[in-house]
Structure formats: C-alpha cells, structure tokens
C-alpha cells in the first residue's frame, strides 16, 4: 500500500531558502510554498520564488492577520491586490492556494473562508507539526518528531499527512533530506500538493504543469480535466494513495 504524506515549509523565505530547494530537488520531491508578498520586495528572496516555480513547485499566497479583518469585500480586494502582484513578479504565475494566518482564536471567522473559495482558491493547512519553531534543535530533532508521530500508527495502516517546517530554521532545513528519506522507507510517496487533493493545478505562464513531481522525474503534462476526484481539501486527515510535501512561508 503506497500511502500519502504533506510537508509544509513555513516563516519564510530565508537564507536557507536556496539550500531547501537544492536539497528537494536532489530528491526529486516537488512543493507547494505559501509566500507573503511583502517578502517579494528583496531582490534574493524573489530569485528564490521564480526558482521554486521554474522547478515546478506550487507556489501559493501566505495571509497576514490584517488580511482577514473587516469587511469581506476589502478583504477580497485586498487578497486579490497580492494574487495580482505575485502574477506580475512571476511572468503570470497563478496562485491557486491560500494559508491561513495564526490567530488567537486558532481558526479564522468563516466568512473569509468563503471569500477565499468564492475566489477560486483553496486553503490549505497540515496535521503534522515538526515543532521545530521550539528552538535548540538536536542533530535530529526534526527527523525524530517525524518518527514518532508516525511510528505510533500500527502497520498495515499508514495513513496521509500535511505536515509542516520552517525555513526560517538553518537546522530544520538541513535535517529535510533525512526527513525525506524517513518517509521513502517508511513507505510513502512524495507527491505534489494538487495531486495529493486531486485538483491539478496550472501555475500559468512559463510554467511546467506535467505530473507535478512523481519520484519518477516524468512529465506527462496530461490535460486539466485528468486529475478529477471528489476530494477536497477539507479536513486534517485524508485517506488516499499520494503523498505532497507542502512548504509555506511565513512571517
């Protein structure tokens, strides 16, 4: 039973974004990054967001609070403002994917959630956290986090994940070749985002679509309607066949 698995990068981009991404591309795993735009305004940072999508990774929009305060129409506009600027930045790149912000209340008020969905994207969130945001990280502190989680689930059940790290941490970075080759034996396969929800996702202009990441290097580029499934990404925990790794950026 090959089963699925979901790795976010969050509380990027950051210095060790370009080494994240040589690292998943000798692995040959493709992502899904959530960026925030106010990060596109350092010249490296952005270098890095065009390499993500030049090595068909998904790139997705990462909200501020302030995003989803006040009025439902401003709020729209406001997101479409960041949808249009990350087009401009990226020869026409159309974000597909939404995160949401941490908030006090642990979830956002429901109307922003249909506003998001009313404009055609999907939000996104992860039932796994490295917790690597506690700081002092061992040689294999993240890799480990991994391994207990998903040692506890009795075989032959494995089970689909999201889950999440930050590229903000040198040390976490480092430890996802391990954690990659963690999952490769446990028996997951690593693939992406829009075919783990089964919504195939075309960034646009100039960028490859193909098979999104497959472990196998191929690219099919088959026709949007191929990827038809009634799953959505509603819930934590999903039971399908596919596995994505998932990065977000954050503040």
Known sequence: MVTTFNYIKIDGPSLY????????????????????????NNP???AYLRSAINDR????????NDDIRGDPKAVKASIEEKLQ???????????????????????????????????????????????????????NAVVTVY???I????????????AVQRDIINESVKQTGEVIKYLGDKGYKILRLDQCIGK??????GVPTGDGGSGN???????????????????????MTMLAIFYMFRQ
Do not use: Q
């Open 17 to 40: 974004t370009g080494e994240l991404l040589k690292i998943l591309a000798k692995n040959d795993v493709k992502a899904a990054f959530h960026v925030k735009v106010e990060y596109l």
């Open 44 to 46: 490296v940072i952005l």
């Open 57 to 64: 990774h998904i790139v997705g929009l990462r909200l501020n």
């Open 85 to 139: 600027r990350i087009s401009k930045v990226t020869n026409g790149y159309k974000v597909k994917f939404v995160r949401f912000p941490y908030i006090d209340s642990g979830v956002p008020d429901p109307i922003y959630k249909v506003v998001v969905e009313e404009m055609g994207l999907i939000p996104t969130n992860f039932n796994l956290d490295s917790r690597d945001y506690t700081g002092n990280l061992g040689e």
């Open 147 to 149: 391994k207990e989680f």
């Open 151 to 162: 040692d506890t689930i009795a075989p032959p059940a494995k089970g689909s994940f999201i």
């Open 200 to 205: 195939r996702i075309d960034g646009g202009a």
């Open 217 to 239: 290097g191929a690219d099919t580029r088959r026709p949007a309607d191929s990827y038809a499934s009634s799953i959505e990404f509603s819930s934590f925990f999903y039971l």
